[in-house]
């Protein structure tokens, strides 16, 4: 397991004061992250390779969020991989060690050549170790698609939003549907389903669902009309 501290600060809260959607996400892929590069798998590594991971799938299970300055712990640790996929918790704990903020997720690993996923080698999952799954209710990697959709707005990508992979940040995709949210919607569990890559300057068209208190928001490549990212929010 990989641990870092971290203190919730003014530019990780929104307007109640809380943690965003998307600053939680942030933090858990930046523990991923340090935890890749503390045992030689980090960014260097991976440019070196030509090899990334990205990510196909979040499941997070939000019981309490963190406020401004609150104290909070980040932990991380892989439980399987498969030929071409490495499944993997996170955790927030608050400073009681209370878990607040649970995240299982799916990673494939991409061949930056091909763009196509590529057979994970042992040198690749070398220094992880595996831990057991952590308890949560399984939701499943796909994102079942209510049958009607209100097309909401139409976004561009910024140069702000783009990664070192060269296409739209996982939390940017977050922060675009938490946009079309309630102000005061009170979130339970948050699932993003990663379909394609959004690159610098495409259009996107962004469509809503709202079924009781599921919201699904379905971002679409307004050119070619191609899925980028499904993201569902569950309310209380």
């Avoid at 992979?165 to 675009?176: A, C, K, P, T």
Wanted: proline fraction near 3%.
């Amino acid at each position: 397991m990989y641990t870092y501290e971290k203190k919730v600060l003014f530019s990780d809260i929104n307007a109640s004061s809380r943690m965003s959607v998307w600053s939680i996400l942030n933090s858990m892929q930046d523990c991923v992250n340090i935890n890749s590069e503390s045992i030689g798998r980090g960014i260097d590594y991976m440019l070196e390779k030509k090899r990334t991971w990205f990510a196909i799938s979040w499941n997070i299970e939000i019981k309490k969020f963190p406020k401004m300055f609150d104290d909070i712990t980040v932990k991380t640790w892989p439980y399987d991989f498969s030929s071409t996929m490495g499944f993997r918790n996170v955790i927030i704990t608050d400073s009681d060690g209370n878990d607040i903020l649970c995240a299982d997720s799916i990673w494939t690993l991409m061949d930056m050549n091909t763009g196509k996923p590529t057979r994970i080698e042992d040198e690749d999952c070398k220094g992880y170790d595996l831990e057991e799954k952590y308890p949560m209710e399984p939701m499943g990697r796909k994102i079942k698609l209510p049958a009607e959709f209100e097309l909401m707005d139409t976004v561009k990508v910024r140069k702000a939003d783009i990664d070192y992979n060269g296409h739209m940040s996982n939390g940017q995709y977050i922060q675009i549907a938490d946009e079309y949210m309630p102000m005061d919607a009170d979130i339970e569990r948050i699932r993003v389903e990663y379909k394609s890559q959004a690159k610098y300057k495409e259009e996107l068209d962004i469509y809503m669902s709202v079924e009781d208190k599921r919201y699904v928001i379905k971002i679409v490549g307004k050119e070619d009309g191609s899925i980028k990212a499904v993201v569902e929010f569950t309310v209380r």
